[in-house]
């Protein structure tokens, strides 16, 4: 039988700082073409996850591979390659703050070397479109944007170089409930066209069960549980329980709950 | 033989040893990957990155495709410098590589190309083929835009898509670009391309004011930085005074005070300087004691030493070396620091908290180098001086006792008075203006590192201004010889 290598694939991972443990034997594998999404409480080191994966920080034991290659002790040729396959979305949004909001989508475009100005300026503005900013905004430096604004147009640096896997922290905290959704919509959208693999990080239960195929729960330094919503919400543990089955997430779940029987799962 | 997940080795297929650039293309069940420029050689290797297939593992099948000419001269290699095709076959273990050849050759991805092709009754079309997207464009992208252009201007040819194996963004724009912008009036898509044509159409430009020249625009930019530095010049006496009013309060509850601020801003600018403010000095005096020997020497006026270097180091190179320091010692940080402040909404966060940032931030730096600068100063001077005699011993064999029991009698003691003001004012100064750029710091980095340099430059500037000042004002003080 064919097994399908992940594309991004965690083995027995430790992150440490000092004495303070972050990840303890943590394992988490991502198929190709779907959308994972790590949900855990705050702190419980999903940002330092992602870090991880994105080869920002180097783990005390385990490894990490992307697209198959080990992100530690690959040549740094290898490396680059990957990098052009990946964009990243960061909590903060990580704008280069000298440059404006044109320059800060350019930049990877224009870092490649091989296109002109012009080509460049259209593409810009087609990823403008994409995540729904107006040309008027393009001239103007990061600082005096908007945190959603902020959010999008870092989306759009991400999608600069066309990647093929997307890692996103926090996409929708700060943004309006309507560009929530245009950014929820916004990421089916290219998921379903470019078959995009999605890493997203998200506190926002909306978001979490409009997009993701499959949800891994971070506690207890470890992914808990890695699965489709159903087979989460199965699980016992406090963690779980609170973030899903709390009123808020009955709530939001509330058009997912009769297909699951969540309500009967948790009162028998 | 060792092998690790994720990875396919591909062995020696018929006896070539080594070959440096030819093209590998794969194919699993869940994709296609192809590369070129790796070396094949009797040890197993890991394919190039871009050959593993998304989703491809060890145990996959997946047929491995070797073709292309590879540069080599070796006459082992003539097969595959006529571009042959090495099929390769990979079944889960890494030794049954067994070369086949295949009925037909499966549908690589191919790299992008076009072509123009006469249909029967004579009409032209432009067919487009392989991978148009930008990885595939990341090494063709200049070529592939000539030749789009060349067969766009014949622009009776029908254009045909539907054999583009990968298309995105990117590639689409390069061809959209070629059309001109417009879609042509012959043109055949897959639904699935529709997408981005339909995107790039509905994206417009962006309107950039122009660019006119301005004769007049030297006189301007002469106008705009004499208006500036009269700016900061009233932004400065603006923040003190600002500075002064609130902290009025504190006067009548002295307990209020941000002593904990002062002491700890005293440490950093005063204790934590004692160390490079005395390297400075101890060299400046032994060079300034070694070249005014020299001098004296000539008019046999050795004894004078001490009368040129205690009036020069304490009543002006002391507070200059000093102050040049400081300023950028303790000035740039000043300055870093409230701009960094400033960009993470701190200072905000103080206001909106009730807390005068005049008090909090800048009343105790500005208190802290008023006090530190003086000390600093005569600190300065002494290990200066001690320079100075250490080497008038050496050149004039003036003895270290003699030089500092003349000390008193050649230096007026207003002269270590002035010194002291001046201490106060530069350090005040330096703060005043360091705290000044560092409030005007905007949220970028760029302004961060301007900021910083145009806080150190002008507040030497200042330092330098304000010396004048005092040796205008203080010409007859402290000079004349009794
Ligand atoms: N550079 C670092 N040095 C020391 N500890 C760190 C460092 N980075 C992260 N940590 C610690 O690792 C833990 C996980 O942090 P992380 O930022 O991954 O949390 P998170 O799950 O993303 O939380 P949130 O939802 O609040 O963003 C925290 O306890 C944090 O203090
Ligand atoms: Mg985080």
Same mark, same amino acid.
Not at chain 1, 12 to 27: A, I, P
Not at chain 1, 32 to 37: A, F, I, P
Not at chain 2, 459 to 474: E, G, H, K, R
């Given at each position: 039988?064919?097994?399908?290598?992940?594309?991004?694939?965690?083995?027995?991972?430790?992150?440490?700082?000092?004495?303070?443990?972050?990840?303890?034997?943590?394992?988490?594998?991502?198929?190709?073409?779907?959308?994972?999404?790590?949900?855990?409480?705050?702190?419980?080191?999903?940002?330092?996850?992602?870090?991880?994966?994105?080869?920002?920080?180097?783990?005390?034991?385990?490894?990490?591979?992307?697209?198959?290659?080990?992100?530690?002790?690959?040549?740094?040729?290898?490396?680059?390659?990957?990098?052009?396959?990946?964009?990243?979305?960061?909590?903060?949004?990580?704008?280069?703050?000298?440059?404006?909001?044109?320059?800060?989508?350019?930049?990877?475009?224009?870092?490649?070397?091989?296109?002109?100005?012009?080509?460049?300026?259209?593409?810009?503005?087609?990823?403008?479109?994409?995540?729904?900013?107006?040309?008027?905004?393009?001239?103007?430096?990061?600082?005096?944007?908007?945190?959603?604004?902020?959010?999008?147009?870092?989306?759009?640096?991400?999608?600069?170089?066309e990647?093929?896997?997307?890692?996103?922290?926090?996409?929708?905290?700060?943004?309006?409930?309507?560009?929530?959704?245009?950014?929820v919509?916004?990421?089916?959208?290219?998921?379903?066209?470019?078959?995009?693999?999605?890493?997203?990080?998200?506190?926002?239960?909306?978001?979490?069960?409009?997009?993701?195929?499959?949800?891994?729960?971070?506690?207890?330094?470890?992914?808990?549980?890695?699965?489709?919503?159903?087979?989460?919400?199965?699980?016992?543990?406090?963690?779980?329980?609170?973030?899903?089955?709390?009123?808020?997430?009955?709530?939001?779940?509330?058009?997912?709950?009769?297909?699951?029987?969540?309500?009967?799962?948790?009162?028998? | 033989?060792?092998?690790?997940?994720?990875?396919?080795?591909?062995?020696?297929?018929?006896?070539?040893?080594?070959?440096?650039?030819?093209?590998i293309?794969?194919?699993?069940?869940?994709?296609?990957?192809?590369?070129?420029?790796?070396?094949?050689?009797?040890?197993?290797?890991?394919?190039?990155?871009?050959?593993?297939?998304?989703?491809a593992?060890?145990?996959?099948n997946?047929?491995?495709?070797?073709?292309?000419?590879?540069?080599t001269?070796r006459?082992?290699?003539?097969?595959?410098?006529?571009g042959?095709?090495?099929?390769?076959?990979?079944?889960?273990?890494?030794?049954?590589?067994?070369?086949?050849?295949?009925?037909?050759?499966?549908?690589?991805?191919?790299?992008?190309?076009?072509?123009?092709?006469?249909?029967?009754?004579?009409?032209?079309?432009?067919?487009?083929?392989?991978?148009?997207?930008?990885?595939?464009?990341?090494?063709?992208?200049?070529?592939?835009?000539?030749r789009?252009?060349?067969?766009?201007?014949?622009?009776?040819?029908?254009?045909?898509?539907?054999?583009?194996?990968?298309?995105?963004?990117?590639?689409?724009?390069?061809?959209?670009?070629?059309?001109?912008?417009?879609?042509?009036?012959?043109?055949?898509l897959?639904?699935?391309?529709?997408?981005?044509?339909?995107?790039?159409?509905?994206?417009?430009?962006?309107?950039?004011?122009?660019?006119?020249?301005?004769?007049?625009?030297?006189?301007?930019?002469?106008?705009?930085?004499?208006?500036? *530095? /009269?700016?900061?010049? #009233?932004?400065?006496?603006?923040?003190?005074?600002?500075? =002064? %009013?609130?902290? @009025?309060?504190? &006067?009548?509850?002295?307990?209020?005070?941000?002593?904990?601020?002062?002491?700890?801003?005293?440490?950093?600018?005063?204790?934590?300087?004692?160390?490079?403010?005395?390297?400075?000095?101890?060299?400046?005096?032994?060079?300034l004691?070694?070249?005014?020997?020299?001098?004296?020497?000539?008019f046999?006026?050795?004894?004078?030493?001490?009368?040129?270097?205690?009036?020069?180091?304490i009543?002006?190179?002391?507070?200059?070396?000093?102050?040049?320091?400081?300023?950028?010692?303790?000035?740039?940080?000043?300055?870093?620091?409230?701009?960094?402040?400033?960009?993470?909404?701190?200072?905000?966060?103080?206001?909106?908290?009730?807390?005068?940032?005049?008090v909090?931030?800048i009343?105790?730096?500005?208190?802290?180098? *008023? /006090?530190?600068?003086? #000390?600093?100063?005569?600190?300065?001077?002494?290990?200066? =001086? %001690?320079?100075? @005699?250490?080497s &008038?011993?050496?050149?004039?064999?003036?003895?270290?006792?003699?030089?500092?029991?003349?000390?008193?009698?050649?230096?007026?003691?207003?002269?270590?008075?002035?010194?002291?003001?001046?201490?106060?004012?530069?350090?005040?100064?330096?703060?005043?203006?360091?705290?000044?750029?560092?409030?005007?710091?905007?949220?970028?980095?760029?302004?961060?590192?301007?900021?910083?340099?145009?806080?150190?430059?002008?507040?030497?500037?200042?330092?330098?201004?304000?010396?004048?000042?005092?040796?205008?004002?203080?010409?007859?003080?402290?000079?004349?010889?009794?």
């Amino acid at each position: 039988m064919t097994r399908a290598a992940p594309v991004i694939e965690v083995h027995g991972l430790w992150t440490q700082y000092g004495e303070h443990v972050v990840h303890r034997d943590l394992d988490l594998s991502v198929q190709s073409g779907e959308v994972v999404s790590l949900v855990g409480g705050s702190g419980s080191g999903k940002t330092t996850l992602m870090r991880q994966m994105l080869g920002l920080e180097s783990p005390a034991r385990g490894s990490v591979n992307v697209f198959g290659i080990p992100l530690h002790g690959s040549p740094a040729d290898t490396l680059k390659k990957i990098r052009r396959r990946w964009g990243v979305l960061f909590q903060e949004g990580a704008l280069y703050s000298a440059l404006s909001v044109f320059d800060n989508i350019a930049l990877p475009l224009r870092e490649l070397r091989v296109f002109e100005e012009g080509f460049i300026h259209d593409m810009v503005m087609l990823k403008l479109d994409m995540v729904d900013i107006e040309r008027r905004h393009a001239t103007k430096m990061p600082a005096d944007l908007s945190g959603g604004m902020v959010k999008r147009i870092a989306l759009a640096r991400a999608l600069a170089l066309e990647p093929e896997l997307v890692f996103l922290d926090e996409p929708t905290a700060g943004l309006d409930p309507d560009r929530s959704e245009s950014f929820v919509r916004l990421i089916q959208a290219l998921h379903e066209q470019l078959r995009l693999t999605v890493v997203m990080v998200t506190h926002d239960l909306d978001t979490l069960v409009s997009l993701s195929d499959r949800i891994a729960v971070l506690a207890e330094q470890r992914v808990i549980v890695c699965g489709s919503l159903a087979e989460v919400v199965r699980i016992e543990h406090p963690f779980i329980r609170n973030f899903f089955l709390g009123e808020r997430g009955v709530r939001a779940l509330a058009a997912a709950r009769a297909e699951l029987g969540v309500r009967e799962l948790w009162s028998s | 033989m060792v092998r690790e997940p994720g990875a396919a080795y591909i062995v020696n297929p018929t006896g070539v040893r080594a070959c440096d650039n030819f093209e590998i293309a794969c194919f699993g069940e869940k994709g296609e990957g192809r590369g070129s420029k790796f070396g094949l050689c009797a040890a197993p290797f890991r394919p190039y990155l871009a050959l593993t297939p998304i989703g491809a593992h060890l145990d996959d099948n997946i047929t491995y495709w070797i073709y292309g000419t590879p540069e080599t001269n070796r006459t082992s290699d003539l097969p595959l410098r006529r571009g042959l095709l090495y099929p390769l076959s990979y079944r889960g273990t890494s030794d049954n590589f067994t070369p086949f050849m295949p009925e037909s050759r499966p549908s690589l991805i191919l790299e992008p190309d076009l072509k123009l092709s006469v249909a029967a009754d004579g009409s032209q079309s432009v067919e487009l083929t392989g991978a148009w997207d930008i990885r595939a464009l990341e090494s063709r992208a200049v070529s592939l835009k000539r030749r789009l252009a060349e067969h766009a201007r014949a622009s009776l040819a029908r254009w045909d898509l539907t054999q583009v194996q990968r298309l995105d963004h990117a590639g689409a724009l390069l061809i959209w670009r070629a059309w001109s912008k417009r879609r042509p009036q012959a043109l055949r898509l897959n639904p699935a391309q529709e997408m981005f044509f339909a995107n790039l159409a509905g994206s417009g430009a962006l309107a950039r004011p122009a660019w006119r020249p301005d004769p007049l625009a030297p006189v301007r930019a002469l106008g705009r930085a004499v208006l500036s *530095a /009269l700016g900061h010049f #009233l932004a400065v006496a603006q923040l003190f005074g600002q500075m =002064l %009013i609130d902290s @009025a309060a504190l &006067a009548r509850h002295p307990s209020r005070a941000p002593w904990r601020e002062i002491s700890a801003a005293v440490y950093r600018t005063g204790a934590q300087a004692l160390g490079i403010t005395a390297a400075v000095g101890f060299l400046i005096g032994i060079v300034l004691s070694f070249l005014s020997s020299e001098q004296l020497k000539t008019f046999g006026a050795n004894v004078f030493i001490v009368n040129i270097l205690g009036i020069g180091i304490i009543r002006e190179m002391g507070p200059m070396i000093c102050a040049v320091l400081v300023a950028g010692r303790s000035g740039s940080a000043i300055t870093a620091q409230l701009g960094v402040m400033r960009v993470t909404e701190e200072l905000d966060a103080l206001r909106v908290m009730g807390i005068p940032y005049t008090v909090r931030l800048i009343l105790p730096k500005v208190l802290a180098l *008023a /006090l530190t600068m003086p #000390l600093l100063i005569l600190w300065t001077s002494a290990v200066a =001086l %001690i320079g100075g @005699a250490i080497s &008038a011993k050496l050149q004039l064999d003036i003895g270290m006792t003699s030089f500092f029991t003349a000390l008193p009698a050649a230096v007026p003691t207003v002269n270590l008075w002035l010194g002291i003001g001046k201490g106060v004012v530069f350090g005040a100064l330096i703060a005043l203006v360091a705290c000044h750029f560092g409030l005007r710091i905007k949220p970028n980095t760029e302004s961060l590192g301007a900021g910083t340099t145009s806080s150190v430059v002008t507040s030497i500037t200042a330092v330098i201004l304000a010396d004048a000042v005092f040796a205008v004002l203080f010409n007859d003080v402290g000079i004349a010889l009794q």
